[in-house]
């Protein structure tokens, strides 16, 4: 069996490259985007992405949030978390069983809140 697919979704290469250092340390296959635009490509030529894990605060067509709600709508079976060291997001504006979780953050944490939503 082969393992869960995590998109990482940020517009900081650094940022971005320790998030999927993170995930594949923890056992997970990822794939990497730079723009909500690359990472709405990458979901309609996948269908085994699993969870998109995405910074809020990207420059682009749509922000971070703007994109899980995309997905959200597109494709409702995908988890969602979302990140940011800036946005604090309101529960109300957040995308349907979408998580938040507020730079710097801890490695665990990353782990723990992906794990809670792919069981």
Known sequence: MSALLVLVVDDDFLVRMNAVFLLEEAGYDTLQAGTADEAIGLLEARSD???????????????????????????????????????????????????????PYQPAELVRMVRSLTG
């Open 49 to 103: 992405i699993k969870v998109v894990f995405t910074d809020i605060n990207m420059p682009g067509s749509m922000d971070g949030l703007a994109l899980a709600r995309a997905i959200r709508h597109r494709w409702p079976p995908v988890e969602l978390v979302l990140t940011s060291g800036y946005a604090r997001v309101q529960d109300e504006d957040m995308p349907e069983r979408g998580l938040f979780l507020g730079k």
